[in-house]
Structures are given as structure tokens and as C-alpha cells.
């Protein structure tokens, strides 16, 4: 491997999954859609390219805050024309939290 290999910390793996049914794992997806439109707001990398430095010790406590407040305050349109309600911004955001 050369040195600039070496530097670059692996992504995060998706452990929240394993084992989980396909429902919980379709909530698990559809929050990392979610996550991402944050993360890309933020100047973030995509979840999938998210490492262990961006999430260590108060980065993921800020991470969290941050992300949990642009999604309360952020309107979104679901697939079926209609406002996302606060029951599924709650789920999708405790879904976020699981799979971060």
C-alpha cells in the first residue's frame, strides 16, 4: 500500500442492520437518504464515505444535535406528494441515530 493509502481511515460499516427485518432495514435506508440531504447541507461526506475522525468522541454528540434540529425544522415531501409528519421525522431520526 502506498503512504496516502494508509492515511485514509475506513469507512463506518452499517452494523445496525444485521439481523434486522426487511422493514426495519427499508427505515434504516430511507433515513440514510434523509441523512445524506443533512450531511451534504453540512459540507459532510456521504454517509457511506463517513469515517471513525468524523464521528469520534463530541463530533458525533454535535453531529446528532445538529442533525436532529435541521430535521425538525426541515420540510420534506414524501414519495406521494405529502408532507413528512413529525411521527416520521421522529422514527427516520431515531433510525439516523441507530445507524450512525
Known sequence: KTAAMAAVPP?????AGFGRADSTMSRYNSSIVYLNKFLSEYSFPPFEDLTPLHVEGEHMENMIETAG?????????????????ASSKEMHFKAMKQVL
Do not use: K, V, Y
Open 11 to 15: 469507512s463506518l460499516p452499517l452494523n
Open 69 to 85: 434540529r435541521w430535521f425538525a425544522n426541515t420540510t420534506f415531501r414524501t414519495h406521494m406528494n405529502t408532507w413528512l409528519s
